[in-house]
């Protein structure tokens, strides 16, 4: 029975994310259904533009929760990710105080009496009111459940990762003045990285290992179809099947998804009914990011075009 | 189905993917999530669990098709047998038999095994392979000279004592059923043999991978069998990866994190302490700079070439280095290093200075005249060597040079410390001046001699 219920929720996340605009593949479908299931973050790794963020726009969407997006760059410290300390109110605060202040410990005859009274005040500006919530506690603090995109966590730095273990394992963190702060709702966690480094085992452990290639000529169909409507079926099948035999060159960056996006708004802008090599020649700067790229794949444009026309005929 | 997924576990840490108990744990909560129905669903979820980057997701999706090509022991799925190539060998010899066989049941009398050969049932006869093999804990074997023995104590779990007394009560009595017996026997043979090859290939490779790495770490590099080296270049670059891993944390700290308070009060003491401007604590490092100078001489060349191997996949933790090689002059090698690939590279120092008998004095003077500029206060100077200068001038006093104007002078010699100072040793006289000496003739001793000196500028 539990069988039967899994592969039909399975069907239903793929369906759900197809309804945003994201075809997913099984294995992607089975990795949101299982982080919903056993509360683990999906760790999706894979080359640039092959809708890593995307996937979670989708879920949020489909879900229809907010999305907290924590961008990771080299640097990024706990100040900027979990909470900061208000320290200009705070010390603001104390000048503007200081007649109170005064007032108060003017009661107090003796140093000792005035620090006691002093120390009831203390907690007073480590207190919630200033503490500046960034994207992960902010997270945690959603009462409806969120959404929460760690992306590229590879640019981030090693030390930031074990700061991330206590939220990815046990959706809390502890602020040494306030105490340890747990989810309301346990959030979904979706963290990216385009494998500049090895993230660590620790890290690597408490997630949901998802790996996003580029998709079969097939499912990119299907991608191109949801994303530009207005395509026609033919050039769809000949510009994705030429874009599948430019990925079998040896380039320095390969057209993804998202270039293979763009290339069919392209081509839909310029009224294109079929590939050409004029077209294909003219364009192929939206595909390919280097000049050596465009340089290399230029003189086999033809070819392709004619393979990917003969892919059709029997596709 | 909890006892296979413990053996598939083991069979994955078989091909190099760790699962540690938290994600066996994982795993196990993902599949009773998504049911063991769909052996493709079923896959994604091992994968999505156990696998940790793209190598790890192949390799154990070669195990999970290997693993699971097996008989399992569960009768409810007719088609598991169906790609189980030991039963459908032993299908032809008997095919013609179910034609006759319908004439009457196995006589009775027999034993259970012989009742299930007769019978022809794959599926059962593949559950019973697959519960002997559990019964004789399949799972352990470890060493490919065990096939024999793990081969006949799944046959003896399964009752085949019993079967040859009926074989032998049958030939007597019934020479054709006899005959189908022994056809079938051959066939379970065959289906048996086959599992416990399988088995070795998932069971057996974690053990015997780990003892060779083991055996390898600790030999001596120097008297590496030639076929050993590719072996020793890939444990080489695994040391490396790890001293990656550990070391290569970013070197800058002077960012924003938590606030400098004396720095913040004395900088804003202008407005009467309110603070305009923010000061932030700092943290300064060393970023690695290593002046290796290499012997390839001989018998030192083959650690010294591992040594530079290791030095130069450090990159990613240690951006300045420069390599030097010497026998009786000294070159510097960094450029052929980083260029070029390890055997490339190696044939080509060679070649420009190697084979030739070892002079440190007149190497060091090389030095001192062309390279001393690289020295600075920062530098890590390594030196590896056997120190035996073939009775020449020594030229410590070179040496002494150079370890003034470094951070710190590290020899590695990979003599042991009883043959220092003994023959045209000049070791002990060298050692005065550095600020470390260490044996460093085994992988592992190279180790923790990379690690050490990557170390002191974390």
């Not at chain 2, 069998?225 to 444990?235: I, K, N, P, T, Y």
Request: proline share 4%; hydrophobic share 40%.
């Amino acid at each position: 029975m539990a069988d039967q219920k899994a592969s039909t929720s399975i069907e239903a996340v793929e369906s759900g994310l197809a309804a945003q605009g994201y075809i997913a593949s099984r294995q992607i479908a089975t990795a949101v259904y299982l982080s919903q299931q056993i509360e683990k973050p999906i760790l999706v790794e894979g080359p640039a533009g092959v809708g890593k963020t995307e996937l979670a726009k989708a879920i949020a969407a489909w879900r229809g929760m907010k999305m907290i997006r924590l961008q990771c760059y080299e640097g990024l410290d706990e100040a900027k990710a979990l909470y900061e300390w208000k320290y200009a109110k705070q010390l603001l605060y104390t000048q503007i105080l200081k007649d109170k202040l005064g007032e108060v410990l003017g009661g107090a005859q003796t140093l000792h009496a005035a620090l006691d009274q002093l120390h009831d005040f203390g907690d007073v500006f480590f207190s919630k009111e200033f503490v500046e919530p960034r994207p992960l506690l902010q997270a945690l603090e959603q009462p409806g459940g969120c959404v929460l995109l760690i992306d590229e966590i590879d640019k981030s730095d090693a030390e930031f990762e074990s700061l991330l273990l206590e939220i990815l394992s046990d959706f809390q963190v502890t602020i040494p003045e306030l105490g340890t702060v747990s989810a309301i709702t346990p959030p979904t966690v979706i963290l990216t990285s385009n494998s500049e480094r090895d993230l660590g085992d620790a890290l690597k452990r408490r997630c949901l290992h998802l790996h996003i290639g580029f998709p079969e000529q097939r499912l990119e169909e299907r991608i191109v179809e949801s994303r530009v409507p207005g395509i026609s079926q033919t050039l769809r099948r000949q510009m994705v099947g030429f874009i599948h035999e430019i990925r079998s060159l040896d380039l320095k960056k390969l057209p993804s998804v998202s270039e293979t996006i763009d290339w069919a708004r392209v081509l839909v802008l310029l009224q294109a009914s079929e590939l050409d090599t004029e077209i294909v020649k003219d364009t192929l700067n939206v595909l390919l990011k280097y000049e050596t790229d465009i340089e290399a794949a230029a003189p086999q444009v033809t070819t392709f075009i004619a393979k990917a026309a003969r892919s059709n005929v029997f596709g | 189905m909890r006892e296979n997924l413990h053996r598939f576990f083991r069979a994955a840490r078989g091909v190099g993917v760790h699962v540690s108990p938290a994600e066996s744990i994982d795993a196990m909560r993902a599949v009773a999530q998504v049911g063991i129905s769909d052996r493709a669903v079923l896959r994604d979820a091992l994968l999505l669990t156990l696998a940790k980057s793209q190598d790890e997701k192949l390799a154990l999706g070669d195990c999970f098709d290997l693993f699971f090509s097996q008989p399992e022991p569960r009768q409810d799925q007719p088609e598991a047998g169906e790609d189980d190539a030991p039963q459908d060998s032993g299908q032809p010899p008997s095919s013609g038999a179910p034609s006759d066989a319908g004439e009457g049941q196995p006589p009775e009398g027999l034993g259970p095994l012989a009742q299930m050969l007769l019978s022809q049932d794959r599926n059962t006869i593949a559950a019973a392979i697959a519960s002997a093999s559990g019964a004789a804990s399949l799972s352990d074997i470890r060493y490919s000279t065990q096939r024999g023995i793990f081969s006949s104590r799944i046959l003896d779990a399964m009752g085949l004592q019993r079967l040859r007394d009926d074989l032998d009560g049958l030939t007597a009595t019934n020479p054709s059923l006899a005959e189908r017996l022994r056809a079938a026997l051959d066939a379970l043979r065959e289906a048996v043999r086959d599992t416990v090859s399988q088995g070795l290939a998932l069971y057996a490779r974690e053990e015997a991978e780990n003892l060779r790495n083991e055996i390898l770490r600790n030999a001596p590099l120097a008297r590496i069998e030639r076929r050993q080296v590719a072996e020793m270049r890939a444990l080489i670059r695994q040391i490396a990866h790890r001293l990656r891993e550990r070391y290569s944390k970013p070197r800058k700290r002077q960012r924003r994190g938590h606030l400098d308070v004396r720095r913040t009060l004395r900088r804003n003491a202008a407005w009467g302490g309110v603070p305009f401007l923010t000061a932030w604590k700092r943290k300064h490092r060393d970023r690695p700079k290593i002046v290796a100078l290499c012997d390839v001489s001989g018998s030192v060349a083959q650690v010294s070439d591992f040594f530079l191997l290791l030095i130069h996949s450090l990159h990613e933790v240690v951006d300045d280095v420069r390599s030097f090689a010497f026998s009786s002059h000294l070159i510097e090698v960094s450029r052929i290093l980083e260029s070029k690939s390890p055997e490339e590279a190696m044939s080509e120092i060679m070649s420009k200075v190697g084979f030739g008998s070892s002079d440190y004095g007149s190497s060091l003077l090389d030095f001192e005249k062309e390279f001393m500029s690289t020295l600075t206060p920062h530098t890590t100077v390594i030196v590896l060597g056997d120190a035996r200068s073939n009775n020449l001038d020594p030229r410590a006093d070179i040496l002494r040079r150079i370890s003034d104007r470094s951070k710190r002078l590290v020899w590695l010699n990979p003599e042991g410390r009883l043959a220092w100072g003994f023959g045209d040793s000049e070791m002990p006289r060298y050692a005065t001046f550095c600020t470390v000496v260490r044996q460093c003739a085994t992988a592992h001793q190279l180790e923790r001699a990379v690690s050490d000196i990557v170390a002191t500028y974390q």
